[in-house]
């Protein structure tokens, strides 16, 4: 039962362009939607998050933006840079579920 | 500030030998996570504990257990192993009570099963 679906398993973008990583879900009690990103040989990290209150939020080069009624989230990096190639994961939870959901992730090339 | 620490990094075992993997969170974080990652699959989530308690469990046999301490360290144990158990097991950390926001995470523990 994958609640969170990345249905792209790669991505791969010109330097300087945008990266656009979507994101789907089913659950409808989700409340919080986040994406990490990985490195090989290292933990994921956080990169940005939003809460079902809003429809967008903005860090930098990150953005991310949230559809409700579609169930779909998307990842917009602009400008995309080389060190953004990695594997991004998209992640959901509801209050009181005690457990964050991963989708299988994405993996972003970013040519030079 | 001190991350998520994991122990040990990388491991082998055989087939029906059983393992334990350590985690220990960031100070003051009372809330840990397991998930276990395979290629195509992401992050499959294990357990959640939260001040000693275990108040989630994901969609795992029972060979796959947990547990917390009162310093919030946390071990998950995997019994009887078998060849699909191969993965990198991924511990996270964080301070939330209701049980949404950001995770931490450690570098994981990578286990072959042969």
């Known amino acids: 039962d994958q609640q969170v679906k990345q249905n792209s398993p790669s991505l791969s973008v010109q330097e300087g362009r945008i990266s656009i990583l979507n994101c789907d879900y089913t659950?409808?009690?989700?409340?919080?939607f986040l994406w990490y990103k990985k490195y090989p040989a290292e933990g994921p990290t956080f990169l940005i998050s939003?809460?079902?209150?809003?429809d967008k939020n903005e860090d930098g080069r990150f953005t991310v933006f949230l559809n409700k009624s579609a169930k779909h989230l998307s990842l917009h990096i602009v400008p995309s840079q080389p060190g953004d190639s990695a594997v991004y994961f998209c992640?959901?939870?509801?209050?009181?579920?005690?457990?964050?959901?991963f989708g299988a992730g994405t993996r972003l090339f970013v040519k030079a | 500030k001190a991350g998520v620490t994991q122990t040990p990094r990388y491991l082998i075992k055989t087939r029906g030998q059983q393992v334990t993997l350590s985690c220990s969170p960031i100070s003051g974080h009372r809330s840990v996570s397991w998930y276990q990652q395979t290629p195509g699959q992401g992050l499959q989530f294990l357990f959640e504990?939260?001040?000693?308690?275990?108040?989630n469990k994901g969609n795992f046999p029972g060979r796959f257990s947990g547990r917390q301490f009162s310093n919030s360290r946390s071990e998950m144990n995997v019994s009887t192993l078998e060849l699909g158990d191969s993965a990198l097991y991924l511990c996270a950390s964080s301070t939330t009570q209701a049980g949404v926001g950001e995770l931490f995470f450690g570098e994981g523990s990578r286990l072959t099963v042969l």
């Open positions: 504990y939260f001040s000693e308690t275990q108040r």
């Open positions: 659950n409808s009690m989700f409340d919080y």
């Open positions: 992640a959901a939870s509801a209050t009181g579920g005690f457990k964050t959901i």
């Open positions: 939003i809460s079902s209150i809003k």
